[in-house]
């Protein structure tokens, strides 16, 4: 049996493809979730003003990484590139909206920096995505010849 995906060794690539895609839509989901409740909570667990590195705060790097994580599925998920791209500009378009939902949430404030880093973590984790792809269908091209 297949630990990662959880199937019987005698299934072939189609059906592990399609139960890796089944786990990878879940996780996202999960993230879409967990960023909507997010939006609207107040703040509470005190991220804000804590500094890391040259200037980064740790708000940031939140900011940056979960975007990052949303992104970067996207092209294992999406097979078509206009689709993709449509998906994309929801996201970005979602990632410079959240900030302006903030203004209406009480204890959150609107930061351009968080704009930033969530614009930019969908714009890195999106290179992430389309560079795992491009190795995923070059591993698949050479073990079918």
Not at 19 to 41: D, K
Not at 88 to 103: I, K, R, Y
Request: charged letters at 15%.
């Amino acid at each position: 049996m297949s630990p990662i995906l959880l199937l019987p060794e005698d299934h072939g690539p189609r059906e592990r493809l399609a139960s890796f895609r089944l786990i990878v839509t879940l996780v996202w989901l999960l993230l879409a979730g967990v960023l909507a409740v997010l939006l609207f909570v107040p703040v509470v667990f005190g991220f804000e003003n804590r500094t890391l590195f040259a200037g980064v705060e740790l708000d940031e790097l939140l900011h940056f990484s979960f975007f990052g994580a949303l992104a970067w599925v996207l092209p294992l998920l999406i097979r078509s590139r206009l689709i993709l791209l449509l998906v994309v500009f929801c996201l970005l378009g979602l990632a410079v909206l959240s900030e302006f939902f903030q203004l209406g949430v009480p204890n959150r404030r609107f930061s351009e920096m968080d704009m930033l880093a969530n614009v930019l973590g969908c714009f890195c984790g999106l290179l992430l995505g389309m560079v795992l792809r491009t190795l995923v269908h070059k591993k698949r091209s050479k073990s079918a010849s």
